[in-house]
């Protein structure tokens, strides 16, 4: 395991958004949805592609609040640019399940 220093982890932008649109990912390697979050005022909305297809259904995603890192560079998945990366924790049968906040939070909040 690599050990973080403590400026090592304040380097990553952890914050709640509100995903607001959710779309099908046909061309992706492995089956996922392009989700669209908004982070508020300061951030915005970002994209990002999202392998959650296994227990997550489109209508069941909008409206949730996640948690994503959203200081990471984009990145290009196949022909669109991931903005943001929707953190979520692998069972053991590989399905994703999201990381979420338990209480209601202001879109933008960090991590602290």
């Known amino acids: 395991m690599n050990n973080l220093t403590w400026s090592d982890f304040q380097k990553v ?4 958004g509100t995903i607001i649109s959710v779309e099908d990912f046909p061309k992706a390697k492995n089956p996922s949805f392009i989700v669209k979050v908004d982070f508020g005022k300061v951030i915005g909305i970002k994209k990002s592609s ?15 609040k996640v948690i994503a890192v959203t200081n990471f560079p984009a990145k290009q998945i196949g022909p669109i640019m991931s903005e943001c990366l929707v953190t979520g924790f692998h069972r053991e049968d590989g399905a994703v399940v999201l990381s979420v906040p338990d209480n209601d939070i202001p879109n933008g909040t960090r991590l602290a």
């Open 50 to 64: 999202a392998q959650i297809t296994e227990l997550y259904t489109k209508e069941s995603l909008l409206g949730k």
């Open 13 to 16: 932008e952890l914050r709640v």
